[in-house]
Protein backbone atom coordinates (compact mmCIF):
# COMPACT_ATOMS: atom_id res chain seq x y z
CA UNK A 1 0.00 0.00 0.00
CA UNK A 2 1.24 3.37 -0.54
CA UNK A 3 1.70 5.49 2.01
CA UNK A 4 2.48 9.22 2.74
CA UNK A 5 5.38 10.09 5.10
CA UNK A 6 5.62 13.32 7.34
CA UNK A 7 9.52 14.23 8.22
CA UNK A 8 10.87 13.61 11.61
CA UNK A 9 10.29 18.05 12.00
CA UNK A 10 6.53 18.04 10.91
CA UNK A 11 6.35 15.20 12.97
CA UNK A 12 7.39 16.46 15.96
CA UNK A 13 5.16 19.88 15.48
CA UNK A 14 1.53 16.83 15.33
CA UNK A 15 2.98 15.60 18.67
CA UNK A 16 3.32 19.37 19.98
CA UNK A 17 -0.38 20.07 18.30
CA UNK A 18 -2.00 16.82 19.88
CA UNK A 19 -1.01 17.71 22.77
CA UNK A 20 -1.26 21.46 22.87
CA UNK A 21 -4.24 23.58 24.69
CA UNK A 22 -6.59 23.07 22.17
CA UNK A 23 -6.79 19.57 21.12
CA UNK A 24 -5.30 19.10 24.63
CA UNK A 25 -4.37 15.32 24.17
CA UNK A 26 -1.88 14.47 27.68
CA UNK A 27 1.23 12.21 26.94
CA UNK A 28 0.34 9.06 29.04
CA UNK A 29 -3.00 8.69 26.65
CA UNK A 30 -1.10 8.67 23.63
CA UNK A 31 1.72 6.45 25.17
CA UNK A 32 -0.56 4.15 26.35
CA UNK A 33 -2.56 3.81 22.93
CA UNK A 34 0.91 3.88 21.05
CA UNK A 35 2.21 0.86 23.27
CA UNK A 36 -0.90 -1.12 23.33
CA UNK A 37 -0.82 -1.22 19.62
CA UNK A 38 2.81 -1.95 19.41
CA UNK A 39 1.96 -5.55 21.51
CA UNK A 40 -1.07 -6.03 19.47
CA UNK A 41 1.50 -5.91 15.94
CA UNK A 42 3.49 -8.06 18.20
CA UNK A 43 0.57 -10.73 18.94
CA UNK A 44 0.01 -10.29 14.84
CA UNK A 45 3.10 -11.53 13.80
CA UNK A 46 4.30 -14.18 16.79
CA UNK A 47 0.74 -15.15 17.31
CA UNK A 48 0.87 -17.57 20.74
CA UNK A 49 -0.91 -20.56 19.20
CA UNK A 50 2.21 -20.82 16.68
CA UNK A 51 5.16 -20.98 19.16
CA UNK A 52 5.86 -22.59 22.45
CA UNK A 53 8.23 -19.62 23.74
CA UNK A 54 6.35 -16.50 25.24
CA UNK A 55 9.40 -14.21 26.01
CA UNK A 56 9.71 -11.01 24.89
CA UNK A 57 13.09 -8.80 25.68
CA UNK A 58 11.79 -5.19 24.58
CA UNK A 59 14.83 -2.50 25.07
CA UNK A 60 13.40 1.19 26.38
CA UNK A 61 15.46 4.33 25.60
CA UNK A 62 15.15 7.49 27.68
CA UNK A 63 12.70 9.42 25.65
CA UNK A 64 8.84 8.84 24.79
CA UNK A 65 9.93 5.79 22.13
CA UNK A 66 10.98 3.94 25.58
CA UNK A 67 7.85 5.18 27.37
CA UNK A 68 5.75 3.42 24.32
CA UNK A 69 8.49 -0.09 25.08
CA UNK A 70 7.11 0.31 29.02
CA UNK A 71 3.65 0.27 28.05
CA UNK A 72 4.02 -2.19 25.18
CA UNK A 73 5.85 -4.78 27.79
CA UNK A 74 2.41 -4.28 30.25
CA UNK A 75 0.07 -5.10 27.90
CA UNK A 76 2.54 -8.33 26.33
CA UNK A 77 2.01 -9.29 29.88
CA UNK A 78 -1.77 -8.55 29.39
CA UNK A 79 -1.53 -10.52 26.29
CA UNK A 80 0.61 -13.83 27.74
CA UNK A 81 3.57 -13.46 26.45
CA UNK A 82 6.17 -12.77 29.50
CA UNK A 83 8.04 -9.82 28.62
CA UNK A 84 11.89 -8.70 30.54
CA UNK A 85 12.55 -4.77 29.66
CA UNK A 86 15.71 -3.72 29.62
CA UNK A 87 16.01 0.02 30.96
CA UNK A 88 19.78 1.25 30.83
CA UNK A 89 18.60 4.86 31.18
CA UNK A 90 15.94 5.45 32.78
CA UNK A 91 13.84 9.26 31.94
CA UNK A 92 14.30 11.02 35.37
CA UNK A 93 12.28 14.84 33.91
CA UNK A 94 9.21 13.31 34.72
CA UNK A 95 7.61 11.27 37.28
CA UNK A 96 5.21 9.55 34.78
CA UNK A 97 8.22 7.34 34.26
CA UNK A 98 8.85 5.94 37.25
CA UNK A 99 4.85 5.12 37.61
CA UNK A 100 5.49 3.35 34.18
CA UNK A 101 8.19 1.37 36.14
CA UNK A 102 5.94 0.49 38.96
CA UNK A 103 3.20 -0.70 37.03
CA UNK A 104 6.07 -3.33 35.40
CA UNK A 105 6.22 -4.16 38.77
CA UNK A 106 3.07 -4.94 39.70
CA UNK A 107 2.93 -7.17 36.36
CA UNK A 108 5.28 -8.69 37.66
CA UNK A 109 7.67 -8.27 34.84
CA UNK A 110 11.52 -7.78 35.46
CA UNK A 111 13.22 -4.74 34.74
CA UNK A 112 16.89 -4.82 34.12
CA UNK A 113 19.59 -1.46 34.78
CA UNK A 114 22.15 -0.59 32.90
CA UNK A 115 23.97 -3.08 35.20
CA UNK A 116 22.33 -6.01 34.48
CA UNK A 117 22.87 -8.74 32.31
CA UNK A 118 20.30 -8.24 29.34
CA UNK A 119 21.93 -10.58 26.72
CA UNK A 120 21.41 -13.56 28.04
CA UNK A 121 18.01 -13.03 26.82
CA UNK A 122 19.27 -12.31 22.99
CA UNK A 123 18.27 -16.29 22.67
CA UNK A 124 16.01 -17.22 20.11
CA UNK A 125 15.39 -20.58 22.10
CA UNK A 126 13.17 -18.89 24.29
CA UNK A 127 12.85 -15.67 23.05
CA UNK A 128 10.02 -14.48 20.21
CA UNK A 129 11.33 -11.20 19.69
CA UNK A 130 13.23 -8.10 20.61
CA UNK A 131 10.98 -5.11 20.42
CA UNK A 132 13.49 -1.95 19.91
CA UNK A 133 11.71 1.18 21.78
CA UNK A 134 15.05 2.84 22.17
CA UNK A 135 14.87 5.82 19.92
CA UNK A 136 11.89 7.45 17.92
CA UNK A 137 11.65 10.33 16.16
CA UNK A 138 14.02 12.67 17.77
CA UNK A 139 17.30 10.66 18.02
CA UNK A 140 20.31 12.54 16.26
CA UNK A 141 23.47 10.56 15.02
CA UNK A 142 26.03 9.60 15.87
CA UNK A 143 24.13 7.02 18.76
CA UNK A 144 25.86 7.72 22.53
CA UNK A 145 27.05 5.21 24.75
CA UNK A 146 25.19 2.74 26.14
CA UNK A 147 22.87 2.82 23.32
CA UNK A 148 25.83 1.79 20.51
CA UNK A 149 27.15 -1.16 22.02
CA UNK A 150 23.08 -2.17 22.05
CA UNK A 151 22.92 -1.49 18.30
CA UNK A 152 25.96 -3.88 17.62
CA UNK A 153 24.69 -6.76 20.17
CA UNK A 154 21.14 -6.05 18.15
CA UNK A 155 22.66 -6.54 14.42
CA UNK A 156 24.96 -9.36 15.53
CA UNK A 157 21.55 -11.69 16.21
CA UNK A 158 18.89 -10.02 14.07
CA UNK A 159 19.26 -12.46 11.56
CA UNK A 160 17.87 -15.40 14.30
CA UNK A 161 16.11 -13.40 16.50
CA UNK A 162 13.63 -10.58 14.96
CA UNK A 163 13.71 -6.70 16.00
CA UNK A 164 10.03 -5.16 16.04
CA UNK A 165 10.95 -1.32 15.68
CA UNK A 166 8.82 1.01 17.06
CA UNK A 167 8.14 3.79 15.13
CA UNK A 168 11.70 4.48 13.89
CA UNK A 169 14.70 1.77 14.00
CA UNK A 170 16.97 2.93 16.12
CA UNK A 171 20.03 4.16 14.54
CA UNK A 172 18.55 5.09 11.65
CA UNK A 173 18.34 8.89 10.47
CA UNK A 174 14.61 9.75 10.63
CA UNK A 175 14.46 11.46 7.07
CA UNK A 176 16.95 9.04 5.21
CA UNK A 177 17.38 5.98 6.54
CA UNK A 178 20.07 3.27 7.53
CA UNK A 179 22.34 5.66 6.68
CA UNK A 180 24.97 3.86 9.22
CA UNK A 181 26.74 0.28 7.43
CA UNK A 182 25.58 -1.68 10.71
CA UNK A 183 22.44 -0.56 10.72
CA UNK A 184 19.92 -2.92 12.04
CA UNK A 185 16.84 -4.47 9.71
CA UNK A 186 14.12 -5.15 11.78
CA UNK A 187 11.62 -7.87 10.59
CA UNK A 188 8.57 -5.31 11.81
CA UNK A 189 8.85 -1.65 12.13
CA UNK A 190 5.62 0.00 13.76
CA UNK A 191 4.90 3.46 12.85
CA UNK A 192 3.10 5.50 14.96
CA UNK A 193 0.50 8.07 13.38
CA UNK A 194 1.96 8.13 10.44
CA UNK A 195 5.51 6.44 9.11
CA UNK A 196 8.33 9.03 9.34
CA UNK A 197 10.73 9.08 5.73
CA UNK A 198 13.00 6.41 6.95
CA UNK A 199 9.70 3.94 6.46
CA UNK A 200 9.93 4.36 2.82
CA UNK A 201 13.57 2.97 2.57
CA UNK A 202 12.64 -0.14 3.92
CA UNK A 203 12.60 -3.43 2.11
CA UNK A 204 8.91 -5.13 1.99
CA UNK A 205 11.01 -8.93 1.43
CA UNK A 206 12.98 -8.05 4.99
CA UNK A 207 10.35 -5.79 7.08
CA UNK A 208 6.49 -5.71 7.88
CA UNK A 209 5.52 -2.53 7.99
CA UNK A 210 2.80 -1.40 10.05
CA UNK A 211 1.11 1.26 11.39
CA UNK A 212 -0.53 2.19 14.98
CA UNK A 213 -1.35 4.78 17.13
CA UNK A 214 -5.08 5.24 16.08
CA UNK A 215 -5.57 8.62 17.84
CA UNK A 216 -6.74 11.31 14.86
CA UNK A 217 -9.62 12.02 13.28
CA UNK A 218 -9.44 12.34 9.17
CA UNK A 219 -9.56 16.32 9.58
CA UNK A 220 -6.14 15.96 11.31
CA UNK A 221 -4.72 14.00 8.81
CA UNK A 222 -5.45 15.65 5.84
CA UNK A 223 -4.13 19.36 7.58
CA UNK A 224 -0.97 17.05 8.14
CA UNK A 225 -1.25 16.08 4.36
CA UNK A 226 -1.70 12.50 4.76
CA UNK A 227 -4.60 9.73 4.63
CA UNK A 228 -6.04 8.14 7.38
CA UNK A 229 -5.40 4.65 7.83
CA UNK A 230 -8.00 2.04 6.59
CA UNK A 231 -7.87 0.07 10.24
CA UNK A 232 -10.52 -2.63 10.40
CA UNK A 233 -12.58 -3.12 13.64
CA UNK A 234 -11.32 -2.14 17.02
CA UNK A 235 -7.72 -2.94 15.42
CA UNK A 236 -5.08 -0.37 16.73
CA UNK A 237 -2.78 -1.67 13.88
CA UNK A 238 -2.81 -2.09 10.18
CA UNK A 239 -0.43 -3.89 7.71
CA UNK A 240 1.18 -1.79 5.07
CA UNK A 241 3.32 -3.66 3.40
CA UNK A 242 3.68 -6.74 2.36
CA UNK A 243 -0.30 -7.07 1.70
N1 LIG B 1 2.17 11.39 18.19
C1 LIG B 1 2.91 10.29 18.25
O1 LIG B 1 3.12 9.67 17.24
C2 LIG B 1 3.45 9.84 19.55
C3 LIG B 1 4.75 9.39 19.64
N2 LIG B 1 5.25 8.83 20.74
C4 LIG B 1 6.63 8.34 20.78
O2 LIG B 1 7.52 9.37 21.08
C5 LIG B 1 8.70 9.23 20.26
C6 LIG B 1 9.48 10.48 20.24
O3 LIG B 1 9.85 10.70 21.57
P1 LIG B 1 10.91 11.79 22.02
O4 LIG B 1 10.66 13.04 21.28
O5 LIG B 1 10.92 11.81 23.49
O6 LIG B 1 12.26 11.22 21.47
P2 LIG B 1 13.00 9.80 21.41
O7 LIG B 1 13.09 9.48 19.96
O8 LIG B 1 12.41 8.81 22.32
O9 LIG B 1 14.48 10.12 21.89
C7 LIG B 1 14.80 11.20 22.75
C8 LIG B 1 15.82 10.74 23.74
O10 LIG B 1 16.93 10.20 23.03
C9 LIG B 1 18.13 10.82 23.43
N3 LIG B 1 19.00 10.85 22.26
C10 LIG B 1 18.81 11.48 21.08
N4 LIG B 1 19.82 11.22 20.22
C11 LIG B 1 20.68 10.40 20.89
C12 LIG B 1 21.93 9.80 20.55
N5 LIG B 1 22.52 10.00 19.36
N6 LIG B 1 22.52 9.00 21.46
C13 LIG B 1 21.97 8.79 22.67
N7 LIG B 1 20.80 9.37 23.07
C14 LIG B 1 20.16 10.15 22.18
C15 LIG B 1 17.70 12.15 23.92
O11 LIG B 1 18.64 12.61 24.86
P3 LIG B 1 19.11 14.16 24.87
O12 LIG B 1 19.69 14.38 23.49
O13 LIG B 1 17.85 14.93 25.08
O14 LIG B 1 20.10 14.18 25.96
C16 LIG B 1 16.36 11.84 24.58
O15 LIG B 1 16.55 11.34 25.88
C17 LIG B 1 8.12 8.79 18.95
O16 LIG B 1 9.06 8.26 18.06
C18 LIG B 1 7.10 7.78 19.43
O17 LIG B 1 7.73 6.52 19.67
C19 LIG B 1 4.29 8.47 21.81
O18 LIG B 1 4.89 8.17 22.98
C20 LIG B 1 3.29 9.56 22.00
C21 LIG B 1 2.57 9.92 20.73
K1 LIG C 1 12.77 2.50 17.94
Keep these: MPFKTVTSKLAAQLDRDLMGPEIGFTLEQLMELAGFSV ?3 VLKEYPLAASTKTQVLVLAGPGNNGGDGLVCARHLKLFGFHPVVYYPKPNSK ?5 RLVNQLKF ?3 PVL ?3 ENWTQFLDSDSTVCVVD ?7 KPPVREPFGSILQQLHKVQDRLPIVSVDV ?14 SIIPKVLVSLTVPKPCASKID ?15 EFAHK ?15 KLSPN
Design 39 to 41: AQA
Design 94 to 98: TPFFS
Design 107 to 109: FNI
Design 113 to 115: NVD
Design 133 to 139: ALFGFSF
Design 169 to 182: PTGWDVDEGPVEPN
Design 204 to 218: SLETQHYVGGRFVPA
Design 224 to 238: YKFEPFPYENADQVV
